[in-house]
Structure formats: C-alpha cells, structure tokens
C-alpha cells in the first residue's frame, strides 16, 4: 500500500524524468519499469478511468446474462455439409468482447479452435483494400446485395461477383491478394490451422470450383490470375483457426478504425475499414442480412462453422460461436446473443435518434455513481485524507464538483482548517477558489470565519496566481485585474 501510493504521488505531481530522478533507482523504479513497460497508455486509461466503458464490471455482468440467457437455446443443426465440421459438439457456446481500449471479456468456450470460414471473407477484403484500394478491388466485385444465397452460380449486371461476402466474390478477392503479409492479432493470440477442414473443403468444394469455372469463362479473374491458385488459397483461408479471444481482437480493430488495441499498431487503413463495415452491414450474414440489419443494427459476418463476428463500431469487436446453425446458416445462440445485446444497450445503429426511447449507455456514468463521488469527495476533504483524494484526482474525478449546498471540496478544508488538504487541492489539482456557495462564501470566506490563518495565507496567494479568465465565479472587477486580492472578494 505504501509503494502504491509513493508510485501514484510521483504519476500524479512529477513527469516521467523527475519521477525517475526521486526514485531508488536500483530497486522500486526497476520494478515499477518492469511492470509498466509498454502499457503505459492502458495503465494510464485504467488510473484515469478513461476506459470506453468505464463501469466494465457492472456491465460484464450484464454480458453473463445475456451469454446465460443465449445458452438455452437449443435449436439449430451443425453444419455437416464439410465433414471435420460435423464433428463439433453442439453444446459449445463462447462469447468474447474486446473494447477499443483492449478491455476483455469471456464467457463459456472460448479456448476451444474452430474455423473462421465465412467469417474470413471481410478480413480478405480489407486486406485487399489495404493493399490495393477501392477502385482497383471493386474493377473485379461489386458491392450489392445479392438477395440470392451466397453460393449461388451469379453475377450482377456488369458480369462480377455481386460482392465481397458471397462464395464468388471471396474467391475472386482471394486472386488480389497473393500472400497475406498482414497480422489483424497479436502474436500473443491464437491463429492457427486446421488441414483436416482445408482438406475437407477441396474434397467436397464442388460447388465451388463450380463457381470457379463460372467465373473463369465470365473472365472475371485479374490478369494472370489462376482460378486453381486462387481457389486452393479460399480453401486456406477458410480453413484458419482462431479462438473466439483472438478473434475478439479482430472484430476490435475494425471496430478501432483498423488499429489493433492490444498493440496500438495499424494493420488496415481507415478506407479499408468503412468500406469493410459498410458492406458486413449490408450483406454480411447471408440471407438474413436484411432482417439482421433491421433489427441488430450493426456490421457482422457469420460462418458455417458457427462464428459471428460482430463490430461495434468505436466500442468494441465481439466473437461469438456456437456450431448449431439455423436454416439459413447463421449461429442460433449467436444471433440470440446479438439481438439481446442491442435490446439493451444502445448500440444499434440508430438508436440516437432524438427522441428515441433511451437504452443503457454502457460509455457513461450512471448517476448513481456520480452522486456517490460528491459524498466521497466531500467526506475526504472534511476528514482530512489526501490519500483518497489523490485517487480521486489518478482516476480523474471532478474535484470541482459540487454538494447540494453548491459547496466544494476546497469549502469544506478550508472549513476544517486542513492545510495539507487545502495545499494538495490548490497547488496540485489547481481547483478554483472563487465558487459561491448558496450563501455567496468562497472557500477564503470559510477559512477567515473558523479563524485557520495557515489556510487563509495559502488561499491568498493562490487567488493572487490562479487562472481567472475562464471562470463564470469570478467577479468581473477581478478579471479585469487578472489578480484576485483578499480585499476586492471580500
């Protein structure tokens, strides 16, 4: 406890350098180093609680719930069409959250490896958007809902794959990108993959290598393309295992713009991420895209395997699994899940519309919380414990805030008569002086009526420096002075 609190003194009143220079530099700096490393970023969210969902426990157990709730059904048959698939137990079921601030969640079955399939096709694609953008990718694949079923033999108007999300267009963008060079995970997280469902996929791909041959007489392979090469290298790609953890992450880049938020490092540019969303919402979760669209409100992408890939787009990437698939392919307990999740919280794609009934908001404080931060305040600065406050200030609580009596945290120890309260609140967290309590006293007020000469010193000459152009509490005699004396306040 005592380090603890030596560590948050020097974050909190000193820079890194001076940090370093005050610290026992052969033992506790070694060891804080050590630890801190390069998270200082997410170290530095968590004492601030900056997080993009700053009440993660409360709403995690609302997550169980749901991942609970999802459980029970128990409808949906596994996909048996590729052999190894038809393996799996239909009582798996694992969810995994990953927010863009690289908070984590699991529930259920999530260590368990399964194959990415369809989830792969939006990956491919932003990797060849990445690569190669928009205009050169879509020369070869549209960007249209197709309304047929995804491994139908059929082209649009304009003799290409209606889009990246069918069997056909996948195996087109597969011939643009010739090897993926791109991580969308850390080398910490599980990618594998299984040849026992690659080998499964080629033996009975018939209808693929179909739509291959289809594709081969419409001539809508690049130049010097090879429609074998190209489809061996789809099979691959719908063969690579991840987890649902890992594939966590890969939803929380899309949903981060392309930026991993384990690492903090772009693997996909900004263009190939909107265009990636833009087209899993539309027609990401095959013949039920539209009524998934309507109802979830949000990008996504299915696989026979029983994925559902889902982006929140600036909060957070999801992976479900669960083989039981419904009659138009898509994971019966993922779907459940998704569709709970948006009822809610407010996460559908236009559920911030004025005037639309409020759901919860997951990025925000409740009220609640931030009635219990004015008490807790409060009641440290009348006690006279810098401790607390200083933690209040590491997590970024508004030490200006207000009691019922519009009185501060600066009223109440210059009431008190706490100097160090009073020096910590002033000199450190630079609150201002001049706020009016109901009767009209500032904090100085407070401090001259109790008689505490130590603390009307310190206030004087804190009201002689402080920054007064900005506040609505100062009288305008002394902004106009930029100097607040003891006697033009009084």
Known sequence: AERRKRIENSLLNSSSLDYKKNYDHNSDFCLFNRFVGGNIVLLSLAFRKKFIIPEFEEFVAIINQIYNRAKEEDDGQVA?????????????????????DGQRHSAGDTKVPFCLQSCVKPLEYAIAVHEQGTEHVHRFVGKEPSGLKFNMLSLDEDD????????????????????????????????????????????????????????????????????????????????IEVTCESGSVMAATLANGGICP????????????????????????????????????????SGVSGAVLLVVPNVMGVM????????????????????????????????????????????????????????????AAHSGDVSALRRFALSSMDLEQKDYDCRTALHVAAAEGHVDVVQFLTQTCKVNPFVKDRWGNIPLDDAIQFAHTKVVKILQEYQQTYSVQSSPDVPDHIKQSKLGSVEGIM
Request: aromatic share 12%; hydrophobic share 35%.
């Open 320 to 379: 479900c699994w669960s083989p039981p698939l419904d009659k138009v392919g898509n994971s019966v307990r993922g779907i459940r899940f998704c569709q709970e999740l948006v009822s809610l919280f407010n996460f559908h794609n236009y559920d911030n519309l004025r005037h639309f009934v409020k759901k919860q908001d997951p990025r925000r404080w409740s009220g609640e919380d931030r009635n219990k931060s004015v008490v807790n305040v409060m009641f």
């Open 262 to 301: 384990i690492t903090g490092e772009r693997v996909l540019t900004a263009e190939a991420v909107r265009n990636t969303l833009s087209l899993m919402h539309s027609c990401g979760m095959y013949d039920y895209s539209g009524q998934f669209a309507f109802h979830v409100g949000l990008p996504a992408k």
């Open 160 to 239: 290409k794959p209606h889009n990246p999300m069918v069997n056909a267009g996948a195996i087109v963008i597969s011939s643009l990108i010739k090897v993926n060079r791109h991580s969308l995970t850390p080398s910490m997280e599980y990618v594998g993959f299984s040849n026992a469902t690659f080998q499964s996929e080629k033996e009975t791909g018939d209808r693929n290598f179909a739509i291959g041959y289809y594709l081969k007489e419409k001539k809508c392979f690049p130049c010097g393309a090879d429609m074998i090469d190209a489809l061996d290298f789809y099979f691959q790609l719908c063969s």
């Open 80 to 100: 048996d069409y590729i052999p190894h698939l038809a393996k799996f137990s239909p009582s798996l079921w694992g969810m995994s959250l990953c927010t863009v």
